[in-house]
């Protein structure tokens, strides 16, 4: 007697068909010519709701253990929050040295 769980096949249709939809939605960004920050937060927030549900349930990620889900989401979560706290101190020092040496 096997132990693996089998997921229905339906809960994989509706996450690619989300997934079709919001490459559609994508791809509507460009095709309305939206520009600046609205254009680049809507492909950002669609691409990580894509990398999301991919992880969750292609990779299975939804029905592991709470502690390697921790472990596979924390190291790259600790890294932008460091590549946020380098931009910002770079944005600080770009316009102190603009106050100052000028």
Known sequence: MSTTKQHPIGLYLKIWLLLFVLSAMSYMVDYLHLQGLLR????LIFMMLKAGLI???FMHMAWERLALIY???LPPLCLLV???MMAIEANHTW????????
């Open 40 to 43: 680049w937060s809507l492909i």
């Open 55 to 57: 992880v969750a349930v």
């Open 71 to 73: 472990a596979i989401l």
């Open 82 to 84: 460091l590549v946020a």
């Open 95 to 102: 316009f102190t040295r603009l106050l100052f040496f000028r």
